[in-house]
């Protein structure tokens, strides 16, 4: 992935601009929570204490399977987790074990924007959560990568009450903005793609539930879902807590290029800038505004792709030029080194970073998973 914000962290030494010492705020306030289908979600607020680190509690019951965290600040301000402690006090992530590594595991422990999304765990080989209470160190920085002392931060923390990694299922929200949702090519081609996306994922014990919805005072346009919008925040919000929204667009970040994009790895189910994947339905289509069988096949293996990504799945390989230059953290994706190696071992990879083609209309299908990819996908707090 890119990273746009690839500074060293300096810890302020001197000054105290607007110090909060009061550390304890969060420590035993539960905050406002609601159930939704075996899903907690607590909101809460707090500021961060004197060293720039706001703690945040996160409560697990036993039988709990995983949480996600995520926090929203405003300003020149950016948000990524140091630390996630177990209830025993063992530190079981640290950001700098992968800020600089070539393995990508989350991009919660990356400052990128004004919110951060974080799901614990992530692999089968991450520790299974035990009951009690879990400490994430969320820090703030500003755009030098000083500590912001006193920041105001807001949180959702989310656990799903469901241990089981091997079956789940998840609910998406598709939701056709401006006037797609009245075209019947877009919508009947979309619905073809939502059958291939289940396909995909039932291989792999994941049940996917579809909703319609359509939001004809949106434009088409969709920003880049590394920025989001207002628009984006108020589509989600109409959703609830355990859905991930789906935005079908004519363009993504203003270019055709892009088949669709994330709004984070991992994405959040609460309401947010960022909290949807957009998909463009033009360049699905192949560019001509028509759906060949092919066209239908890349875009519902895009849909399992991007909704992936939002469920903590990076591409198992990245390149610089036709060099690999970044790989997943799952040691059962192929560790390949240049794009030749790589299309013969990934190219049939429903996560790998683009579509491999021999000649028009004929691209190899993209519909595998590793077991450990499988596994990421279960984790993710929005699996139930
Ligand atoms: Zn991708």
Not at 41 to 50: A, D, Q, S, Y
Not at 308 to 325: E, K, T
Request: aromatic share 10%.
């Amino acid at each position: 992935m890119a990273y746009q914000l690839r500074i060293p962290a300096i810890l302020l030494l001197f000054g105290c601009l607007a110090c909060d010492d009061d550390t304890g705020k969060n420590a035993g306030n539960t905050g406002i929570c609601t159930d939704l289908d075996g899903l907690q979600t607590c909101w809460n607020t707090g500021n961060t204490n004197n060293q720039g680190i706001l703690p945040v509690s996160v409560n697990v019951n036993s039988g709990a399977g995983a949480f996600l965290l995520t926090a929203f600040v405003t300003g020149d301000a950016y948000p990524s987790v140091e630390a996630i402690r177990s209830p025993e006090g063992s530190r079981e992530l640290y950001w700098d074990d992968w800020y600089t590594s070539d393995y990508n595991l989350t991009a919660g422990i990356l400052p990128l924007g004004n919110e951060m999304m974080i799901n614990w765990p992530i692999r089968a080989e991450d520790p299974a959560l035990s009951a009690g209470r879990y400490t994430v160190n969320v820090a703030v920085i500003d755009t030098e990568g000083y500590y912001q002392l006193g920041k105001s931060v807001t949180y959702y923390t989310q656990v799903k009450q469901d241990d089981s990694f091997s079956s789940g299922t998840v609910q998406a929200r598709i939701v056709y903005v401006d006037d797609l949702g009245d075209n019947a090519t877009i919508t009947g081609a979309t619905e073809d793609a939502v059958a291939i996306w289940r396909a995909i994922w039932s291989t792999y014990g994941l049940t996917l539930s579809v909703d319609y919805d359509t939001r004809p005072e949106v434009d088409a346009a969709i920003p880049s879902m590394t920025e989001g919008s207002e628009d984006i925040s108020e589509i989600s919000a109409t959703g609830t807590d355990a859905d991930i929204t789906v935005i079908i667009c004519d363009t993504v970040g203003g270019t055709t290029q892009i088949y669709g994009e994330s709004g984070g790895i991992p994405g959040t189910l609460v309401e947010g800038r960022q909290s949807a994947v957009a998909l463009s339905w033009i360049t699905n289509a192949g560019g001509d505004g028509t759906f060949s069988t092919n066209d239908i096949q890349v875009y519902g293996e895009t849909l399992a792709h991007e909704v992936g990504h939002y469920m903590g799945l990076f591409h198992p390989v990245d390149f610089n030029g036709n060099r690999a230059q970044y790989w997943d953290a799952l040691s059962d994706t192929d560790e390949c080194n240049t794009t030749a190696a790589c299309d013969a071992s990934l190219g049939e990879n429903n996560m790998y970073p683009y579509p491999v083609c021999i000649g028009f209309n004929n691209c190899l299908d993209q519909q595998s998973l590793s077991t450990g990819q499988a596994g990421v996908l279960h984790r993710y707090t929005g699996a139930l």
